[in-house]
């Protein structure tokens, strides 16, 4: 019997070793099977259950390599050895403990808070998802976190994150550069969750090839998504003709992720919040569900939750002056 593996680039280095090593090592441990390795291909001919085996063997390194960056002949025969190979099954079986993948260097990425989990749940179930809160309470992150997991299993086959490119007291005109130059700031959040959660080099893979894209809110404009998570980011300052833009580009076999804090909206005094308007307008939709995170779900430092409170209770008191008046 004979079958053809056509692996994704960015693992082909790591997995075949320095000169082919580990191909040579599972030459070794699977005799039976011959093994010829050309460029992203590997050629397999052998009985049935020798390839079965083999190839469930393989599925086991690559889970390894993608979590650990890098994969040794040590860690082949531990692999291979291991009567319970669970550790390397923890994907299959995230749901049980919250976790939803482990990124970069083994780091596992799960929910955490209530409202987090929620999140995790709701996206099981609707295909448009709102996760609205203050800063760091990890809406944003969780959306990615959920949107590489798809990819990963293969569920969609492109990501897509995008943001308003709204001055937050600044002026993109003064910043330096081409437009990409000028924007990537704005979109700089988008590429730190991502870069916690898959290794660089496949991750450079994916921007090039489109896989997974990052661009500003306008540049939806006109196009249908199909096949894809996408997350439009910050949609405080997204205006009610943007959202309504927006999430009439979902296609096919879509799931869309909108966040935002509606404490921190920097459009002009003339323009108003599309996502405020939206919880109101969408809320008896079925399929599109609101999640709403407060201070309990901040995971950044601990006095970002006091400062939360603070300004909270600043704006309180402004706003009962400002009835008094």
């Known amino acids: 019997m004979e079958t053809i593996l056509e692996l994704e680039n960015y693992i ?10 580990n191909i040579d090592l599972l030459k070794n441990i699977y005799p039976k099977v011959r093994i010829t390795a050309r460029g992203n291909e590997l050629k397999l001919v052998g009985e049935e259950h020798e390839l079965q085996g083999f190839i469930d063997l393989l599925q086991l390194l690559i889970v390894h390599l993608e979590r650990f960056g890098q994969l040794t002949e040590s860690d082949i025969l531990n692999i291979t050895i291991a009567e319970d190979d669970s550790f390397y099954r923890l994907e299959q079986n995230a749901n049980a403990d919250n976790v939803i993948l482990h990124g970069k260097d083994g780091k596992i990425i799960k929910a955490i808070t209530p409202n987090q989990k929620r999140l995790v749940e709701s996206a099981a179930k609707n295909d448009i998802v709102f ?5 760091g309470t990890g809406k944003t992150y969780t959306a990615v976190a959920l949107a590489v997991r798809a990819l990963k299993n293969k569920q969609i086959k492109r990501i897509i994150l995008t943001r308003p490119a709204v001055e937050a007291g600044e002026n993109l005109g003064f910043l330096p550069g081409d437009l990409r130059d000028k924007l990537d700031p704005y979109l700089q959040p988008l ?7 898959m290794p660089m080099q496949k991750l450079v893979s994916y921007l090039e090839d489109k896989t997974i894209e990052i661009a500003p809110l306008a540049f939806m404009r006109g196009r249908t998504l199909d096949n894809a998570c996408v997350i439009l ?3 405080q300052n997204a205006t009610e003709k943007q959202i309504k833009m927006f999430l009439t580009r979902m296609g096919k076999n879509a799931k869309f992720f909108i966040t935002g804090d ?9 323009q108003h919040s599309g996502l405020a308007l939206t919880t109101r307008i969408l809320k008896d939709i079925e399929g ?16 970002v939750t006091q400062i939360i409170q603070k300004y909270e209770d600043w704006e309180n008191k402004q706003f009962e002056k400002n009835i008094q008046e």
Request: glycine share 12%; net charge negative.
């Open 288 to 303: 599109i569900d609101f999640i709403f995170l407060g201070q309990g779900d901040v995971v950044r430092h601990r006095l």
């Open 191 to 197: 590429y730190d969750a991502l870069w916690d959660m």
């Open 262 to 270: 509606l404490t921190q909206i920097d459009l002009p005094k003339h």
């Open 12 to 21: 082909v280095g790591g997995l075949y070793g320095v000169k082919n090593a």
């Open 233 to 235: 980011d910050e949609a």
């Open 131 to 135: 996760a609205i809160g203050p800063a």
